[in-house]
Each structure stands twice: as C-alpha cells, then as structure tokens.
C-alpha cells in the first residue's frame, strides 16, 4: 500500500500555542456592504463524520460567493478596494495579475465593480472555460506558455511597465508583500462566518480545521484566524492539502524552509503552484499541525460524494475531504489522528474553496 504523504510537527513544536495579530475587524464589514453579500453555507454531514470517526463534519461551501463559484472574490475585493482608497488622483488604474483559475477571475470581477480595468496572465493547465470566464469578466488576457510561476513573473513585468498598472497578486516574494496581505486578510471573512455559523449549530470551536493550499495564502488567513484566538481553551488543529504533483508547503514543512517544487499536471488546477508565498511561509511553518497531499483520483472521489451529499465541489474544493480521508483514516491513521489530537468526539470542517463549476476538469473526470 502506498504511503500517505503526510507530515506533521511533533507535540513540543507547539503550532497551537503559537499566537500572532488578528486580522482586521473592519474586512467583514466591508464585505457586508458588497453587492449580493451572504455568508456562504455551512453545512454539516453527519455520513462523513461517521466514515472518519468523528463528532460532526461540516463544509463550508464557497460554490457562490459574491457572484463567483469560488471563495477568491473576498480577497480580491477587499485588496482592490484598499489599492483604490490610497489613490487619491482619480485617475483609472489597470489591474494586473496572473492565475490558475480563480483568482484572476476575481479580480477581473472586482475591476469592472470598481469601474478598472483588468489584464489577467494564465499559464498552461488553466481549462479553457475558466480562459474565457476571466476574458468575459472584461479583461484583457494573457497566456502564457509555462507555469504559474512563470505567468506571475511576466505579470509582474508586465504591471512595471505601464505607470498606471498595479499588480494583484496572490502570492508575496521579497519586495511584494503589502497586497497579498491585503487579500490574506479579505479571506478572514470566511472564518468569521464559519465560527458565527458553529455557534448557531451548537458545535462550538473545531478541533480540526483542512484548507486546501496552494501558494499558502488561504492557510495563512487560517492561521491567522485560529492562533490569533488566545482566549481559546482548546485550540484548532490546523492541515493544508495538496496535489501530490505539487506539493510545495509539504515539502517546506518537511524541510523546515520553503523550497520550489517542479509542478506537474493536475485537475486541482488552482491548486497547482510549486512556491509558498514569502508572506505566508513563517505562519505555515509556525502555525500549521499538519499538511498532506493527495492525488486527482481522490480529489475527484471526494467530489463525486460531496455532490450526493448536495454540495457542488470542484476539485480544488473536494481537496479537503480527500486530504481528511487521507489523515484520518487507512494504513497509520491512528498516529496521524494523535498528531492531530482528533477523536470520535471531533468537530472538523472542511473549506470547499470552489464549486464544481469554477472548474471544468471535475466534469472530464466524472465517470
């Protein structure tokens, strides 16, 4: 039997005893105040707490999030609306950025709200539905004939080169770090719904929380919620999840630094980036329990059963389940479950960061 690839810190490395700032308390708001804002759904499954031997399971269900079928709109709207308030020329600006999928469309969506326009670099992999989902947004776009590393390197230059563009970026490096902040903290909308609604669902604080990752900027915002609530008696458990032909927060994890990981071909496309962000790395290296990656195959299970299950799950989204199954049940479990400190009494959520039609891969793999 294959062994997962997992890894987690020992008990005295102390991830939740580890505290950093809150995220600021004025981004709910602001999203409050958006065009067709609503919490998106929490919704509990009492099956799947059953398959991993838990208390209850609950999915947050970013299938529709301010218009978009992915949770990528809180970030970008709260980034953009902060590079705009600090222009005080009134004069239009071009938004510049580079995606897997989501994030591009996001901020092509938030430019035309904001009366900008956008110009979207995509590299190879992006399906081309998502392609044309960006350019009807409004945006110019661009492809590009390499990795998403590459395509936020030419984004990059290409936002240097015109003295009206500014670069909205999801990932930070040395020198870049204010706007990927900005859109770190847009997501802690997301985490200030899920603990409202466990509240009203009498469930109380999760042991364990999944996020899928990519560059690591969801888990950031992750990080930043949970170890930022000292007052917490038994904080959360905290596991990202990725592709297994891209996972480069397991690999940083393992090697106490961040490191570049060769990316290959993935369905879990927003998913597929080979470099953490600068911005996010000391939080995941400090703040996270744990990472796992996982392959297409199990990926596209967990969104088949979240889907008769009635929540829409592209395979970005149903990474979180697959990375649950992988950790918490099968060969080993029972110490990856200590690591975790997951018992049958549990509450764990999963972030399903995009519904199946954000992604046009989850409908090719369907059998």
């Known amino acids: 039997m294959t062994q997962t690839p997992f890894i987690s810190h020992s008990p005295s490395h102390g991830a939740r005893t580890w505290t950093c ?22 919704t509990e499954l009492p099956a799947l707490a059953t398959e991993l031997g838990v208390g209850r399971v609950f999915v947050k269900d970013e299938s529709s999030r301010l218009g978009l079928p992915a ?13 705009l308030s600090q222009r005080t020329d009134g004069r239009p600006v071009r938004l510049v950025t580079a995606t897997d ?5 996001a901020v092509a969506r938030m430019a035309r709200l904001f009366g900008q326009s956008a110009h979207v670099f995509v590299p190879d992999g992006v399906h081309p539905t998502a392609v044309a989902a960006i350019a009807d947004e409004g945006a110019d776009v661009t492809p590009v004939a390499g990795s998403y590393d590459d395509a936020v390197r030419q984004a990059a230059e290409a936002a240097q080169d015109r003295p009206d563009a500014v670069l909205v970026q999801d990932t930070a490096w040395l020198g870049y770090e204010q706007i990927p902040g900005w859109i770190v903290e847009g997501y802690s909308t997301l985490f200030a719904e899920i603990d409202a609604q466990l509240g009203a669902a ?14 690591g900027s969801l888990a950031q915002a992750a990080v930043t919620h949970y170890r930022s609530r000292t007052a917490i008696r038994a904080p959360a458990a905290l596991m990202s999840v990725e592709p297994d032909t891209a996972a480069c927060v397991l690999a940083s994890l393992g090697r106490r630094e961040p490191v570049s990981v060769p990316t290959g ?4 496309a927003g998913l597929n980036c080979g470099t953490p962000s600068s911005l996010a790395w000391p939080f995941l290296r ?21 889907a008769a299950a009635g929540v829409s799950s592209g395979p970005c989204g149903a990474a979180s389940l697959a990375g649950a199954r992988a950790a918490l049940t099968g060969e080993g479990a029972a110490g990856r479950r200590t690591a975790l400190a997951v018992g049958p009494a549990s509450t764990v959520v999963l972030l399903s960061t995009e519904g199946s039609a954000a992604n046009p891969h989850l409908q090719e793999t369907r059998p």
Request: glycine share 12%; aromatic share 6%; no cysteine.
């Open 202 to 215: 009498g469930a109380g604080s999760p042991g364990l929380v999944v996020v899928p990752a990519g560059v």
């Open 286 to 306: 400090d703040g996270l329990d744990a990472a796992v990656a996982v392959t297409d195959a199990d990926s596209a299970r967990a969104a088949r059963d979240l």
């Open 21 to 42: 700032a809150p995220p600021p308390a004025e981004v709910l708001d602001f999203h409050a105040g958006l065009p067709g804002y609503a919490p998106t759904s929490l």
């Open 101 to 105: 999928g989501n994030h591009g469309r």
């Open 71 to 83: 949770f990528k709109a809180l970030g970008a709207s709260w980034a953009i609306h902060r590079v």
């Open 265 to 268: 071909t993935t369905t879990m």
